[in-house]
């Protein structure tokens, strides 16, 4: 866990967690409701999730990205409802540490049996596990963190062999070769290693050196004799170019981080190479990976927390008549297809079409504030919407009853036409 915690510092990997979690978590949540569904069904389960979208998405998000599971408390609370009547509602969904939380599984089905925190119990009522990435009954998921780690662990010690060699080629080295032997300096014969030490000392200080002329004299003559020189001075200095490597290697590994987290690296990383269009493909596949995530989360949602609110309040049968949706995150191609749509509505035919939407899913889905109504009131909204067409020779629709076609719209029926003799 503390490892974990260290790799989210890494500025590469908190990139692509903030952009994989940040997106998934934006996705809207709406309320799907069955014919059959109880009456008060769709309020109750509104009331208990929809305001907990930002906070609960956030935590699980973060938990499966991280360490692949995610644990929460369920904490109810009994509520009357408008007409008086008690309801067992979802306060609050509580996430919990992962350090303090063990997962109960049971022992002959291997089954999810609730959370163990030290001496506390929580059964399968009041826990929900959010999770990823499961191998058979091995409820800890797998997380994305885990894909990461090994190029995060190169990638440390890439750059730190790159901060050595900074500090290398931040100086340099001063180099004396000497002769063995002795040489006579101010009338005392002199270890010639004690001259290069005192030399060493002047030149780290950026000094300035002064050299006897009997050593160069010594000098010339062991040059003469031995073809080399006897005392030399060098300025040894690393070669900058190498750290080019150091750079390219930093580079491919931030790449695998990336890869690692789900993204291809095109589409968020500096580009070099390809297209536009080409990282927007790239794109496309890391959005189809949080449509997957984000479907697994809401059908964990569904099963754990909407219809045991629905089979407590309503009885077994009503498990299923209503269901949390998480919309889809957004591309372009979703933006052309609602483009195409409403022109179809916009269009001759797009009247018919106007009674299969469900306008109660839209206006949450746009989390425009809305005050209950009767399914009464709701129907009156098409004609309302017809209320402006014209006949064919100008004069206005007053009566549906009398227009065979308008009446079946407003009836919410969708009339064939046989022929139209006038268009």
């Known amino acids: 866990f503390r490892k974990i915690r260290e790799m989210r510092k890494h500025p590469t990997i908190k990139l692509a967690r903030m952009l994989s979690v940040s997106a998934m978590a934006a996705a809207g949540w709406s309320i799907i409701v069955e014919d059959d569904a109880p009456e008060g069904a769709k309020k109750l389960i509104n009331d208990s999730l929809l305001d907990k979208q930002h906070q609960f ?15 929460y408390e369920k904490v109810l609370s009994f509520n009357l409802d408008e007409k008086g009547q008690g309801q067992i509602q979802l ?6 540490l992962q350090d303090q939380t063990i997962i109960v599984v049971e022992t002959k089905t291997g089954e999810f049996a609730g959370f163990k925190q030290f001496d506390t119990y929580l059964s399968v009522a009041n826990s929900l596990l959010i999770n990823q990435d499961v191998e058979g009954t091995y409820w800890y998921g797998e997380g994305t963190m885990q894909a990461i780690q090994l190029p995060y662990d190169r990638w440390l010690v890439t750059d730190a062999s790159n901060t050595r060699y900074d500090h290398k080629i931040s100086g340099a080295h001063w180099v004396i070769y000497y002769p063995t032997g002795f040489t006579l300096m101010d009338g005392v014969s ?30 010339n003559d062991l040059n003469n004799i031995a073809g080399q020189e006897a005392w030399k001075i060098d300025l040894m200095t690393a070669d900058a170019s190498a750290q080019a490597g150091f750079g390219a290697r930093l580079s491919y590994l931030d790449s695998l981080m990336v890869r690692g987290a789900e993204f291809p690296e095109r589409s968020i990383l500096e580009g070099q190479y390809g297209t536009k269009a080409e990282a927007g493909e790239h794109a496309d596949f890391a959005v189809a990976r ?17 219809n045991q609110l629905l089979i407590i309040n309503y009885g077994q049968k009503a498990a299923g008549t209503v269901k949390l949706k998480i919309a889809e995150i957004a591309s372009d191609k979703k933006d052309l297809i609602r483009q195409l749509y409403l022109q ?34 709701n129907s009156n909204l098409l004609p309302n ?32 036409v046989e022929k139209v003799e006038n268009e």
Not at 193 to 199: D, G, M
Not at 349 to 374: F, M, Y
Request: aromatic share 6%; hydrophobic share 35%.
């Open 385 to 416: 919407m017809l209320a402006n067409l014209q006949q064919p020779d100008g004069s206005p629709i007053s009566n549906y009853d009398s227009d065979p076609l308008v009446g079946k719209l407003a009836n919410g029926s969708n009339p064939k």
């Open 290 to 306: 949080m449509d997957w995530r984000n479907n697994n989360i809401e059908h964990q949602l569904n099963e754990s927390v909407v």
């Open 57 to 71: 998405m956030s935590s699980a998000l973060r938990g499966c990205f991280d360490f692949g599971w995610q644990p």
């Open 344 to 377: 179809y509505i916009g269009g001759a035919g797009g009247s018919a079409e106007l009674t299969n939407v469900d306008w109660q899913a839209i206006r949450d889905q746009l989390e425009v504030p809305t005050v209950e109504k009767t399914d009464a009131h």
């Open 91 to 96: 306060r609050k969904l509580k996430p919990l």
């Open 190 to 219: 002199t270890d010639n290693h004690t001259i290069a030490n005192s030399l060493l000392k002047v030149l780290e200080g950026s000094g300035s050196i002064c050299i006897p002329s009997n050593i160069q004299q010594t000098t």
